[in-house]
């Protein structure tokens, strides 16, 4: 899954056709991610799903980053190849903290195997030897108690979602996104991860930079502190994906650096700034990020002596200190609204 006709970030379906057809009858099912949690690059699931069952492999989609921000058909296509076997996302990732994980899979594939998880609710009959699992569809693979507020407030988001429509949230957010790529692009020095031009590979829920010879941890403090930006930063569980990329930077950059001097230079740099979106951030929420990280950029050496680095990579201002106490304290809120 690397370049695709040497775009950074795209997924390669050649490639992916020519492995399928090399390792024909032994590849159980193909699972790839709807859009990517590091370039927010969306990959063309239907087509991968077609494929996939042109080989007679199953497809499984890890929608995390996705059903927040696009419409999912998983299936009904009139050509049902295209249809997806198994679809699964957090709720996390969709405005739903702490609910479950969520499985959407065909239920043929579900009831050929026994669940791996096993607990109250998913057996018909106990006895003292074996157990009998319930053919009933969700129990059967909801063993133990389940997270039922955390079910309600996804099924809650989904409802919100719905009603304001995919199409929708999916249409601003693009234009959200061709907006913060257009103004990012002129920043000196600063490199975006994964193909920019949105006509080839199409972008949603995220984008990831770094500000070339600046840790990306510093930049997410400074951003953070100074700026009341909240980003994420290192590898986003993504390692090889994030790795590749900033191989490719790292090549681009100097046509000599042996694989030894990589890795040193990726270990140095082993991580991006990733600006994530959802559906309350508008145009100046844009303009306040690209004025922020063009000033960083420009002021680094003012802002770099601010701060010190800790053993796994995190960056302390030197100075600034936040006491607790100040900002919420159990004691004063309750003189305030208990005690009055
Ligand atoms: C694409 C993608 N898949 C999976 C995960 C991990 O999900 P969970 O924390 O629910 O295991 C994440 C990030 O949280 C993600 O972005």
Redesign the pocket.
């Known amino acids: 899954m690397d370049n695709h006709d040497g775009q950074p970030g795209c997924i390669n379906v050649q490639f992916l056709e020519n492995t399928l057809k090399q390792n024909q009858g032994n590849v159980s099912y193909v699972a790839v ?5 590091v370039t927010g690059i969306i990959n063309p699931i239907y087509d991968i799903a077609e494929l996939a069952h042109s080989y007679d492999t199953f497809i499984i989609v ?5 059903v927040a921000h696009l419409p999912v058909k998983i299936s009904g296509h009139k050509n049902q190849n295209r249809n997806i076997d198994a679809f699964v ?2 709720g ?2 969709a405005y739903a903290p702490a609910s479950p ?1 969520t499985v959407i899979c065909r239920k043929d594939i579900l009831s050929s195997i026994e669940p791996e998880e096993v607990g109250g609710g998913m057996v018909e009959h106990v006895f003292l030897d074996r157990y009998i699992v319930s053919e009933a569809f969700p129990a059967r693979e909801e063993a133990g108690t389940p997270n039922i507020a955390g079910a309600i407030g996804i099924a809650a988001v989904i409802e919100v979602l719905d009603t304001i429509g995919m199409e929708l949230i999916f249409t601003e957010e693009s234009e959200l996104i061709h907006y913060t790529l257009d103004n990012l692009k002129d920043i000196p020095d600063i490199q975006i991860y994964g193909v920019a031009d949105t006509s080839i590979c199409e972008r949603s829920a995220c984008i990831s930079f770094n500000i070339k010879d600046m840790d990306h941890g510093l930049v997410a403090a400074i951003l953070n502190d100074y700026f009341n930006i909240a980003v994420r930063n290192e590898c ?3 390692h090889p994906y994030v790795k590749e990329m900033i191989m490719d930077d790292l090549l681009a950059a100097t046509t000599s650096i042996n694989e030894e001097d990589f890795e040193d230079a990726f270990q140095l740099k082993s991580g991006m700034v990733r600006a994530s979106f959802g559906i309350y951030n508008t145009e100046k929420d844009v303009d306040e990020l690209v004025k922020a990280i063009s000033d960083i950029s420009e002021k680094r050496e003012k802002y770099t002596s601010q701060y010190k680095p800790d053993n796994s990579g995190n960056y302390t201002h030197t100075s600034f200190k936040m006491n607790r106490q100040d900002r919420f304290s159990i004691k004063a809120y309750i003189d305030q609204y208990v005690n009055q």
């Open positions: 991610t709807g859009v990517s949690n890890d929608g995390a980053q996705m996302f957090s996390h990732k994980g986003f569980c993504a």
